[in-house]
Structures are given as C-alpha cells and as structure tokens.
C-alpha cells in the first residue's frame, strides 16, 4: 500500500479576480473550493493514474469535514486522524499573476500526534509513504524525522516533498525521490541559480546527502531528474498555464506511479512531467486524459 502523510491540510479557496485592486472592494469572477494539502494531492492524482493509496494526516473541523466528504465521494481511502482544531484554509489569488495566502495550520496536541505515530506502527516493508508539505508549527521541528525513523525501521521506503532543515535531515535515510523546485533549491544552500550547471551541481549535493533521486522543477522550463547512474534533463510540454497549484505534488504522484511499478527512471521521470503540466494547464488537478494526451509531448535528454 502507498500511504501519503499530510500533516497540514487545507481546503484550498480558489478565487479569481479579473483585476486585482488592492486596497478595494473587489467581486470574485467565479470561486471554487478544493482539498488541498501536498499529499492529499499526491494521492488524487495516484488515483487518477490508477494506482490505489490511503490519504493519512491531522483534519479537524467544518473544514476536515468538506475534505472528507471530497475524497470518500470519489472513493479514495482515507484514515486521518481527528483533531479538535479547524484544518485551514488557503487562498489562491488568481488575478494577471497566482498569489497564494497559506495557513499556518491548526495546533495539533500531543495526544493527537501519539495517535499519528502510533497508527504508522501497521506500516510493514512493502509499503510506500509519501510525505508531504508543511508542518503546523505547533508539532517540534523534528517530527517529520520522527515519522521517517518509524516508517524507515519497518523497512518500508518513502519520498518527502518539504523544504528546509526537515528536508535536509530526510536525507541520511534515503528518500526514494525529493523535488524541490528551483527557488527551494536555491532557498536550501542560501545560493542563486540560474544555469543548469548550477541545478546539477547542488542537485548532486543532496544526492550525496541520501537522496537516491532529486528532480528539480522548473515550471515551464521543464525538470531536471539527478541520479546516480546519470543526468536528464526533460522538457515541459507548451500550454496555457492555468493553475500551478499541485504542479509539483502532481510530479510525485506521476513519478512514482511508473516508478513502484516497473523502477523504470526515465519513463517515471516523463510520466512525473506530464502529471505536473497537465495539473499546471487545468483548473484543479490534472485528469488522466490529460496527462496521457502530454506525454508524446515531453522529450528527455541526458546531460
Ligand atoms: N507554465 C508551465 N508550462 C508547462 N508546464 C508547467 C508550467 N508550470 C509548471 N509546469 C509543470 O509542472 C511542473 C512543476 O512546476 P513547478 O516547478 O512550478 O513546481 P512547484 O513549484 O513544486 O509546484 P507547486 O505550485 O505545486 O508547488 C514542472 O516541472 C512542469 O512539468
Ligand atoms: O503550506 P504547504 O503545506 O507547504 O503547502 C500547501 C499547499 O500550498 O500545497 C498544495 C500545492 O502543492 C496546496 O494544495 C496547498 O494549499
């Protein structure tokens, strides 16, 4: 079984605005409401690719309840653990450019996080965990370790799709897969990057880390899959770019679906850019005709 963990959920608020006027009365042209979460995402989209996952995390709420009710309808398996807090809501703007407004996330207590621990003890070594997105800040700085030692000591294997100190200390337990965008990548070593050079040769350092796999995003300009037999660089397919909300979760899903099954890199590497652009050329997450239908598009070439 595949396991994606979502410590900060969200019901992501979709709102455009024609012309955004700040400090104004502005009218929504339509608005729309998602579940969001990194790997509530992750887990949409493996449903999508066929590729069957259970939903975990924290969700409490009028606003858990909306995200329930989402997935149960669309029959995808959840067994989040229940707290007393509002899961939040973020906002995406959408105007000429996405601003996004996140949550901080509710306080989880410590009876809460036991229970989250205590229920990855029926994890065994043929599963998979996805971890994904942010920590409320009420959680100590390590749990996502914690979590990684629990899952990692049953012999199961996991990817992480965070940023900062949590990700850099995932890395001595060699994560499958990390994708930290271009801006991560730069926000990780305190560097700028702007060639490919540059992508590659702090990619690497987080393969020299543990990271058996580190893709590295770059919106329409494609992705950049580092590994330790080689290095690809893929091409973004061209659209229309309507949402970039879950672009990078949909890469995971997308990666891993091909990955779990056959450990083929490079076809996993394609399908992880066709679920990311499919997702970035649709309104919410991107539908699995939509993904088959770009991936002719996406040409991968060894660097
Ligand atoms: N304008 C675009 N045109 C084509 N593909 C795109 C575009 N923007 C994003 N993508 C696709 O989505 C993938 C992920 O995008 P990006 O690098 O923005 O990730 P991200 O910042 O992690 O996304 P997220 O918004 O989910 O956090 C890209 O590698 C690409 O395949
Ligand atoms: O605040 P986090 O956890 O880093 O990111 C949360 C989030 O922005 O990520 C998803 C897209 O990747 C959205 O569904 C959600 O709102």
């Not at 949550?103 to 998979?128: C, H, M, V, W, Y």
């Not at 997105?133 to 049953?154: H, N, Q, R, W």
């Not at 076809?267 to 652009?277: C, T, Y």
């Not at 499919?278 to 088959?292: G, V």
Request: aromatic share 6%; hydrophobic share 40%.
């Amino acid at each position: 079984m595949i396991y994606t963990i979502t410590l900060n959920p969200s019901i992501d608020f979709i709102v455009p605005v024609d012309q955004l006027k700040l400090g104004k009365l502005n009218y929504m042209n339509d608005e729309y409401k998602v579940p969001g979460g990194k790997g509530i995402n992750v887990s949409r989209i493996l449903q999508e690719l066929t590729t069957s996952s259970t939903a975990l995390g924290f969700i409490g709420g009028f606003t858990g309840n909306f995200i329930i009710d989402f997935l149960e309808k669309r029959n995808l398996k959840t067994d989040f653990i229940s707290i007393s807090e509002d899961t939040r809501i973020n906002i995406k703007l959408k105007s000429s450019s996405e601003t996004e407004i996140n949550g901080r996330g509710p306080s989880i207590s410590s009876d809460e996080s036991s229970k989250l621990l205590s229920q990855l003890e029926k994890i065994t070594a043929n599963d998979f965990v996805v971890l994904s997105g942010s920590k409320p800040p009420s959680l100590p700085a390590d749990f996502y370790e914690k979590v990684i030692k629990k899952v990692t000591e049953t012999g199961a294997r996991f990817a992480i799709d965070t940023t900062g100190d949590a990700l850099m200390q995932s890395l001595a337990y060699q994560p499958l897969v990390i994708k930290p965008n271009q801006h991560e990548l730069e926000d990780l070593f305190g560097v700028t990057i702007s060639t490919n050079e540059d992508v590659i040769k702090y990619g690497k350092k987080l393969l020299k880390k543990g990271a058996q796999h580190v893709i590295v995003s770059m919106g329409a300009d494609g992705a950049i899959l580092i590994t330790n037999n080689g290095v690809y660089k893929g091409t973004s397919p061209s659209g229309t770019l309507r949402n970039s909300v879950g672009a990078g979760d949909s890469m995971i899903a997308g990666f891993l679906s091909i990955y779990l099954t056959s450990q083929n890199v490079l076809e996993a590497f394609k399908m992880s850019i066709a679920a990311g652009s499919a997702t970035a050329f649709s309104h919410d997450l991107a539908t699995r005709n939509k993904i088959d239908n770009l991936l002719s598009e996406i040409e991968i070439t060894t660097l």
